[in-house]
Nanobody
Framework: QVQLVESGGGSVQAGGSLRLSCAAS????????LGWYRRAPGKQRELVAM???????NYASSVKGRFTISRDNAKNTVYLQMNSLKPEDTADYYC????????????WGQGTQVSVSS
């Protein structure tokens, strides 16, 4: 089992920045990819960004150039730096871990709320 704990959500005005963190614990060596999904009100959960243990990255097209994902393997932590935030970025953000790169996540965090006002 892998446990994922997010932090760093909050409210910000459009154009602002937030940084999310996710600390992973448990059988983390069984996972390859860590990253983030989000669910906006009334919408399905969608990929935001994932990063492999070797630092290969996959971004959703909607966040490319604005969001940056990184990971610290020594700390088993993944980060999401979100810049130039837009109201449409408002969502619950979920940390995710997958055993296989580009596969659906096997583990989920509880989620952290991000709210962007115009």
């Amino acid at each position: 089992q892998v446990q994922l704990v997010e932090s760093g959500g909050g409210s910000v005005q459009a154009g602002g920045s937030l940084r999310l963190s996710c600390a992973a614990s448990g059988s983390i060596r069984s996972t390859n990819a860590l990253g983030w999904y989000r669910r906006a009100p009334g919408k399905q959960r969608e990929l935001v960004a994932m990063i492999s243990r070797g630092n290969t990255i996959n971004y959703a097209s909607s966040v490319k150039g604005r969001f940056t994902i990184s990971r610290d393997n020594a700390k088993n932590t993944v980060y999401l730096q979100m810049n130039s935030l837009k109201p449409e970025d408002t969502a619950d953000y979920y940390c995710a871990a997958a055993q296989t790169w580009l596969a659906p996540p096997d583990y989920w965090g509880q989620g952290t709320q991000v709210s962007v006002s115009s």
